[in-house]
């Protein structure tokens, strides 16, 4: 008694091949329509963070209240959110 060991060999599988895309009209211009809107550009968002930027970059800058009255924020909001302009390397000037 002899033991042949036959190496395995696997065979491969033809690839399988995707069926044929079924085009429907009314699929078409859905699509066509989608792409038509993801191609126009889309406007930025308005934060509150953009919009006291802004406040402070115009002409003489801003008081605490007009900072409060355009964002919607609270006084110590505010001032905290300077603080950081501060830290991230923004020259604040506080007279």
Known sequence: MTNTIEPHIAKKRAPRMAREPIVDTIAAIEI??????????????????????????????????????TSGWQAHTCRAFLTGLRKKGKQVERT
């Open 32 to 69: 066509s329509a989608t792409a038509k809107v993801a191609a126009e550009p889309k406007l930025k968002r308005q934060t509150k963070a953009a919009q006291v930027e802004a406040l402070l970059a115009a002409g003489e800058g801003a008081s605490l209240d007009a900072l409060c009255k």
